[in-house]
């Protein structure tokens, strides 16, 4: 199947620096990727949808100037978190599909993110 | 707004029973719906992967099933076993987006 990679796994940093997270699809060119947020015990947050070569698309209340995300080629998407705050601490997951988002998504492993 | 929601929220359960995972959805204009696993601290793993045309997928002790015009998928697991414990999401794709569902956590004692 489909492999999606996330570097780092996990990620521990201090308030008011910027972390970036990167998301690759190894074996296949992801036209769209995703990018959720995951707080314990919930389920998962779509954050924003990144087309290779354009501008991310934020769902309703994700800071486009805080998650700043870049797709610029068909393997790699990133999602830096600037100026972070404890609140930002989450669990950040990617997902890659080929052609568009109404093809099946594979899911990175995900980013454990602590801001102290 | 298409919302999705899982029943019961958590689940505690003896090995080797049978057990029924619901999910319901708002929005029946749906292109698919996928069952997912997650474990603790982990990405999630998909296990089945139903298009709006079809009712039922199966894959070894798990039988997912989806009515969608009432809005329901039901992900029934056969004989569980503690290696079962983990977190079940269900989401549904209307858009070229996955709506995720609120997961029920199951664990499964031997």
């Known amino acids: 199947g489909a492999v999606v990679s996330q570097h780092p796994s996990w990620v521990i940093c201090k308030s008011g620096t910027s972390v970036k997270i990167e998301c690759r699809s190894l074996?296949?060119?992801?036209?769209?990727m995703f990018w959720y947020r995951q707080f314990p015990k919930q389920s998962l947050m779509l954050m924003a949808t990144s087309n290779e070569g354009s501008k991310a698309t934020y769902e309703q209340g994700v800071e486009k100037d805080k998650f700043l995300i870049n797709h610029a080629s068909l393997t790699l998407s990133t999602l830096t978190v600037t100026s972070a705050h404890p609140e930002d601490s989450s669990f950040y997951i990617c997902s890659a599909g080929e052609g568009t988002g109404y093809n099946e998504q594979f899911f990175g492993p995900g980013t454990r993110l602590t801001v102290l | 707004k298409q919302e999705v929601t899982q029943i019961p929220a958590a689940l505690s359960v003896p090995e080797g029973e049978n057990l029924v995972l619901n999910c319901s959805f708002t929005?029946?204009?749906?292109?698919?719906l996928q069952w997912f696993r997650q474990d603790p601290g982990k990405g999630l793993t998909s296990l089945l992967l139903?298009?709006?045309?079809?009712r039922e997928q199966t894959s070894g002790r798990l039988n997912a099933s989806l009515d969608k015009s009432s809005g329901r998928s039901t992900l029934y697991i056969a004989a569980s076993q503690p290696g079962d414990s983990a977190t079940y999401l269900c989401?549904?794709?209307?858009?070229?987006?996955?709506?995720f569902g609120t997961g029920t956590r199951l664990q499964v004692f031997p």
């Open positions: 989401a549904v794709r209307n858009t070229d987006k996955l709506i």
């Open positions: 074996d296949f060119q992801a036209t769209t």
């Open positions: 929005d029946s204009a749906i292109y698919n």
């Open positions: 139903i298009q709006s045309s079809q």
